[in-house]
């Protein structure tokens, strides 16, 4: 036994010597980053709200920095030029999705827009959204959609402000006001009631659904731990998706029997979707891809809106004479019946200011959707493998004084006459995104967020339940970063109206 002990001890030593060697040369290569635990990594160094955690860290471990959470690898991009390195210079090779446990319970998840590579199905899919919900043409063509869609939420809170003083949830309107447009837009349906039973089945299901896909989730970090699902992320995940996928795979089959009994068209996006799968000269897009990219975008559109409503209504609401300033502002554009167009909104610079200087202060989505790296990749002196997590901490840009100043405060003159947008190409300003993974619903998300908050802003005063000041502006992390406390005000009709 000694014999052998003697015989494998210089064997198992140099073996030692040699992993711990090619690691080092691994971590080399990699950008620096702060030293973790045994196993877990740098987890810990997470805590509850990761974006701010990460910009901590980078501040002592550079613009680009390397963590590990258990056996994932992942590198942190917290500066503009960081995140230009990845997003822009070497989009291509950075484009691809680490596909969370959550996501592989979905009926298809390869046809899911968000998680997919940048294949073919997921170009099929970019460009049936283009053509079919955002581009100008199309938005344009679906403005009275909208406007209908915000008069009837108006009519909801004049209603409830007549019969008694009722509060409402901020957020939970502006998503009854998503949901329906694209109920409108996709089916031409409207779902019944705001406050109703079946918006707020609605609500929840997307809530879940975006906290699943955003998790730090531990049987991601250790793949061991999938079948135990600890924090039971897998059984909400699936009885949630499959909920999404059975209410809309209801309204195409509806649709299917409407088309073969040849009864009129609609001509929504339902039906140009399946005009689109039946031609033959382009890639696969079926029936399974219109029900997933239908869900895909229900998730990704009306939570994100609702969010953002609630943010920019809060800072008004905290801010009196910038709530009159966008009142007057939209108040020069209304017409003689009053009401407030979505077309002459477009052009409002103070509104476009405070929706902006909300999404840079309140980032909408603080670490984007992660990317990988899809082939290994050379950045400067650094070498990223294949497989490589990526993090573009786009909370640390919009939140760094290099940037900005005073960065922690609201302050949304400072984007009257600046030529700062959130298209893509001022990197201390992505809230949504860069390159080719960058959101498709921005024109979109622009357009509806100008019409509910001038709408919410012209029409109404809104009274808070307690002093303004005292209002809770913290928030929770995830996919998006949402409002700790929902905000909850009652609606006035504005003694103009
Ligand atoms: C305020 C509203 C919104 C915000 C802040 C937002 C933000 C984002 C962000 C940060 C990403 C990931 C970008 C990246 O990883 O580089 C994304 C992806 C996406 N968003 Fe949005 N979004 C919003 C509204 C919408 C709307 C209205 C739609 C509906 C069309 C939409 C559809 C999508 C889709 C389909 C993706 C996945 C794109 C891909 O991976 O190829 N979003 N969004």
């Not at 283009?130 to 009519?155: A, P, T």
């Not at 992320?233 to 009885?239: F, H, I, N, S």
Request: proline share 6%.
């Amino acid at each position: 036994m000694e014999l052998i002990y003697l015989i494998l001890s210089p064997i198992i030593i140099s073996l030692f010597f040699l992993f711990h060697g090619l690691n080092l040369y691994r971590r080399r290569r990699l950008p620096p980053g702060p030293l973790g635990l045994p196993i877990l990594g740098n987890l810990l160094d997470l805590g509850a709200k990761p974006h701010e955690s990460l910009a901590k860290l980078s501040q002592k471990h550079g613009p680009l920095m390397t963590i590990r959470l258990g056996g994932i690898t992942a590198v942190v991009a917290s500066t503009p030029e960081a995140a230009r390195e990845i997003l822009q210079r070497n989009d291509v090779a950075c484009s691809g999705r680490p596909v969370p446990d959550a996501v592989t319970t979905l009926k298809h998840p390869d046809t899911a827009v968000l998680w997919i590579p940048p294949n073919e199905t997921w170009r099929a899919i970019r460009k049936a959204l283009n053509l079919y919900l955002i581009n100008q043409h199309k938005l344009d063509s679906l403005m009275q959609v909208r406007e209908n869609v915000v008069e009837g939420m108006l009519e909801f809170l004049r209603e409830s402000a007549g019969q008694e003083k009722r509060a409402v949830d901020i957020g939970t309107m502006a998503f009854g006001v998503a949901l329906n447009q694209f109920a409108n837009t996709f089916f031409s349906k409207n779902m019944s009631g705001y406050e109703s039973r079946e918006i707020k089945g609605f609500q929840t299901a997307v809530e879940i659904a975006m906290e699943v896909q955003g998790k730090f989730n531990l049987a991601d970090i250790f793949p061991v731990l999938k079948t135990l699902d600890p924090q039971k992320v897998r059984v909400r995940a699936k009885a949630t998706f499959d909920w999404l996928d059975d209410v809309i795979q209801g309204f195409v089959n509806e649709r299917l029997k409407h088309r073969e009994a040849k009864l009129p068209r609609f001509n929504d996006m339902l039906d140009s979707l399946l005009d689109f799968s039946e031609e033959d000269d382009k890639v696969d897009f079926n029936l399974t891809h219109i029900r997933t990219l239908l869900g895909d975008v229900t998730v990704a559109g009306t939570d994100t809106i609702a969010s953002s409503t609630s943010w920019v209504m809060a800072e008004l609401l905290l801010h009196p004479d910038m709530f009159m300033r966008v009142r007057k502002e939209v108040g020069e554009i209304v017409g003689e019946d009053g009401k407030v167009e979505e077309a002459k909104l477009l052009d409002l610079p103070y509104l476009d200011a405070v929706i902006k200087e909300t999404m840079r202060l309140h980032a909408g989505s603080p670490l984007l959707a992660p990317h990988i790296t899809e082939t290994q990749v050379k950045i400067g002196n650094y070498l990223l493998p294949k497989n490589t997590h990526i993090f573009v901490n786009a909370w640390s840009m919009a939140h760094d004084p290099k940037y900005w100043d005073n960065p922690m405060v609201f302050m949304p003159e400072r984007f009257l006459g600046s030529k700062v947008d959130y298209k893509g190409q001022y990197f201390e300003f992505i809230p949504f995104g860069s390159g080719r993974r960058r959101c498709p619903g921005m024109p979109l998300a622009h357009r509806m967020l100008s019409l509910i908050v001038a709408s919410f802003v012209y029409h109404f005063d809104w009274e808070l339940p307690y002093a303004a000041e005292k209002m809770d502006m913290s928030d929770k992390y995830g996919l998006t970063l949402l409002k700790a406390t929902p905000l909850v005000a009652t609606p006035i009709p504005a003694a103009s109206q």
